[in-house]
């Protein structure tokens, strides 16, 4: 025993004498050169968790991972553009942009912060207008969409025009109104070398509703007479019930070829002529077809319309005119079409503002009283 005593102390004494570092026995055991990685926080670390992985917790350089390190934590982040800014694609709390998130990122025009669609900011972040789908509490009555549509009652078409269109309205029959007991037009609306068309209402109860054609005038306020004119107009697409009710100058001039087309071949010098078709369905839906032919003297084509305005027509173009009975659901400015908002919408026959019998138009609306 005392010799191998001797052996073993002989060996420490020699690696002493060498400069060894013993790794065998006491504290020196614990000594190593310290890195990030080797899974012990060192002095100058936040956190080690032995490896190099970038999207964990601790990411290279042993520092904690956090929102605007510009690197993307796995499950944690959706984005890390390394700031802290919203507004740039990738907001402060590392999540992407999204409509409802309060933040107003690019492409969003607002962002309320929730996904209410009734309000001033809907769901898809753009300010809340009529025509997007979303009815506006307190501010709309309806919104369709795309399917948003104006359904007057009556609509004028030819070429690019499309215009909706009202009734010349009188307390009298179309025959009284006219008044060609001179063998002239006296509507009111005549003029020197002008064709004038328009519908008329008359609005003693259950008055009927016509459509009128006059050219030309006897003599206009500075003297002028009706040079020498000819005019012929074919009438296409009349509904059931249509009847002439006036033909200036005699029936021949002006009369239906068959239960939907009327023709008028008007000659005249010095004085007016046209003719009437009344009796059209109201409400309905037609389409009336109307062909002109200015051979002679007629330089105008007008659209004489209920609210006082005179509309420019083709010469050489058919006009349409177009009744509906149906109204839309929503109107483009997100009303509803209703009896007593003094519109006339398709399947109304009056509307005066009002829903109060006796005045001239029922309290629906579908018809004179």
Request: with cysteine.
């Amino acid at each position: 025993m005392h010799a191998r005593g001797l052996a073993v102390g002989a060996l420490l004494g020699l690696a002493a004498a060498c400069g060894a570092r013993s790794t065998l026995f006491g504290p020196e055991a614990e000594r190593r050169d310290p890195f990030c990685g080797d899974g012990l926080v060192d002095p100058g670390e936040a956190c080690d968790d032995h490896n190099d992985v970038a999207v964990d917790a601790c990411v290279p350089g042993c520092a904690l991972a956090r929102c605007g390190d510009g690197i993307v934590r796995a499950f944690v982040e959706a984005c890390d553009d390394g700031n802290q800014v919203s507004g740039d694609g990738c907001t402060a709390s590392c999540a992407l942009p999204s409509c409802g998130n309060g933040i107003v990122e690019p492409g969003e025009v607002c962002d309320d912060g929730n996904g209410i669609d009734t309000d001033d900011c809907p769901s898809r972040c753009l300010p809340a207008t009529c025509g997007d789908g979303f009815v506006q509490a307190g501010v709309e009555a309806c919104d369709a969409g795309a399917a948003n549509a104006d359904s007057p009652a009556f609509l004028l078409l030819q070429g690019a025009l499309a215009r909706p269109v009202l009734p010349v309205t009188r307390p009298m029959p179309l025959v009284s109104f006219y008044d060609y007991g001179s063998a002239s037009a006296h509507t009111g609306f005549e003029e020197r070398g002008a064709s004038k068309l328009f519908l008329y209402r008359d609005i003693t109860p259950n008055g009927l509703l016509g459509l009128v054609t006059i050219h030309g005038v006897d003599k206009n306020v500075n003297g002028e007479i009706q040079p020498e004119a000819r005019v012929e107009m074919s009438f296409f697409g009349l509904p059931t019930g249509t009847f002439v009710a006036v033909s200036d100058d005699t029936k021949a001039e002006f009369s239906l070829l068959d239960a939907t087309t009327a023709r008028g071949d008007f000659q005249f010098d010095g004085n007016t002529d046209g003719g009437a078709l009344s009796g059209l369905l109201s409400p309905g839906a037609w389409v009336i077809d109307v062909v002109p032919s200015f051979l002679q003297g007629i330089d105008r084509w007008e659209w004489v319309d209920g609210s006082g305005e005179t509309i420019v027509l083709d010469r050489t173009t058919t006009a349409r005119i177009v009744a509906r009975d149906v109204p839309s659901a929503c109107r483009l400015d997100c009303t509803i079409p209703a009896c007593g908002d003094k519109i006339l919408d398709a399947g109304e026959v009056c509307d005066d503002g009002n829903v109060v019998d006796l005045d001239g138009c029922a309290a629906d609306c579908r018809s004179t009283d």
